[in-house]
């Protein structure tokens, strides 16, 4: 009796903890159920596949940027863009360029990023006239789209002021300095040449002046910036001038005057200096030094023999 006791207790505690059976209930009530249960299936699955997805595109991102390949991805997403544009009838079939003088039509569109493969559609305007203006050539830029396939570039250049040396090295400069090409051709040839580290920020308003006294701006070969704070000029003929750091005008007139009265340009003389501005001090030559010297024996020796007479 006792294992029988035993039997019965056990299958009542079974009992107690078995789970009870689903109440059947009616079908409209089944539907919330029913989606709470794929959620619960589906729902891991498709968030171990987002993150699948994510590793794999951080992973492949990683991969292009850690390898240098970023441009070459970005370069053959716009392509594909452009090509699908093209397509589309957004072609570019023409382009007009308008103010251009010292860059061709093609230097023109290859700063701008305009090339074959560029559609109408998604050329940023706005970044095209940065890339142009970001040229020392170009002072001002307008891109203006006309859809469906014609592109108008109107560019305003900067001009070519004077030919600049530095550290042995000469480069085109507008007025206001700024570097336009370092690499100087014949037709720059003609421009005045300053030389000298700030010579290319104070030349405009310099050769302005030199300018106002015709008989020396043909003559002058070059302006030297002395110690960022002064002016040399160097004349065709090799006399050099020098000027003082303040009252430059007034120094020119002195010079202008013995030009006129002395002609002192075609004298004998390699150094005229107008530093000192209660004086003239000029170098005289090698050869006309000698002569001056020897000018200056002759003249004392026949002093002593008429005194000896």
Known sequence: MAAGAARSAAALVAQAFRRPPALARPARHDHPGRIVALVERYAPRRA?????????????????????HLDEV????????????????????????????????DEILAIGGVNGRSSLLFLDAATVRDRLKANPWIADATVLKLYPGHLRIDVTER???????????????????????????????????????GAETHARDFLA?????????????????????RWNL?????????LPEHDVSRALDKLARLERDQHL??????????????????????????????ALDKDKKAK???GNA
């Open 74 to 105: 970005t370069a053959a997403l716009s392509d594909a863009r452009n090509a699908a544009a093209n397509v589309a009838g957004f072609r570019i079939a023409s382009v007009a360029i308008d103010g251009s003088r010292q860059l061709s039509h």
């Open 234 to 242: 160097r004349l065709d003929n090799g006399l050099d001038i020098r």
């Open 265 to 294: 340009f075609s004298r004998d003389v390699t150094v005229v200096d107008l530093r000192l501005s209660d004086r003239v001090t000029v170098r005289l030559s090698e050869e006309a030094a000698k002569a001056r010297v020897d």
């Open 48 to 68: 171990v596949l987002t993150m699948t997805l994510v590793l794999v595109c951080g992973s492949a991102a990683f991969g292009v940027v850690k390898g240098g």
């Open 159 to 197: 001009k070519a002021f004077a030919l600049w040396q530095r550290d042995g090295q000469l480069a085109v400069i507008a007025d206001d300095g700024a570097v336009l090409d370092s690499y100087v051709t014949r037709r720059f040839a003609s421009l005045p040449l300053v030389v000298g580290h």
């Open 209 to 229: 002046l030199v300018a106002r006294y015709p008989t020396l701006k043909p003559r002058v070969k070059a302006a030297v910036y002395v110690g960022e704070r």
């Open 304 to 306: 002593r023999k008429a």
